[in-house]
C-alpha cells in the first residue's frame, strides 16, 4: 500500500479507524516482521495511531531512507534496543543497504 492510499484510510470517518489500524499494523508487520511496542499499544486506541500516522505521511523526509535505517540502526545499537535493531536491520537488508554499511554504523554505535 502506498502513501497515498495511506492517507484516504487516515482520512475516513471515525468508525473506520479500527480497520484502519489493523491495516496499519499489517504493514508494519510485512515492513518490519513485527509492528513496535508503541505501535501495538497504540493501536488499542485507533484514534491516536492513525492521527501519529497522519503526522508521519504529511511530513517532508530529507535524508534518504537507507540513511534514516542507518541512523536508527546505530541509536537501537547504542540504546541496546535487540528488537529494534533486528528490526532495523532486516528493514535496511530490504532498503538494499550492504553488510558493510550496517557493520560500520554498529560500529560508530559501539565506539560512543
Request: aromatic share 4%.
Amino acid at each position: 500500500m502506498n502513501r497515498r492510499t495511506l492517507k484516504k484510510f487516515l482520512s475516513e470517518t471515525p468508525g473506520e479507524r479500527e480497520r484502519t489500524a489493523a491495516i496499519m499494523l499489517e504493514l508494519l508487520k510485512d515492513g518490519y516482521g513485527e509492528p513496535p511496542l508503541v505501535v501495538r499499544t497504540l493501536a488499542r486506541r485507533p484514534e491516536l495511531l492513525t492521527a501519529q500516522a497522519m503526522r508521519i505521511l504529511t511530513r517532508t523526509r530529507i535524508l534518504d531512507p537507507k540513511v534514516v535505517e542507518l541512523l536508527t540502526i546505530a541509536s537501537a545499537a547504542a540504546l541496546r534496543c535487540e528488537y529494534c535493531l533486528r528490526a532495523h536491520m532486516d528493514r535496511a537488508a530490504k532498503l538494499g543497504v550492504g553488510n558493510d554499511e550496517i557493520f560500520e554504523a554498529l560500529t560508530i554505535a559501539a565506539s560512543i
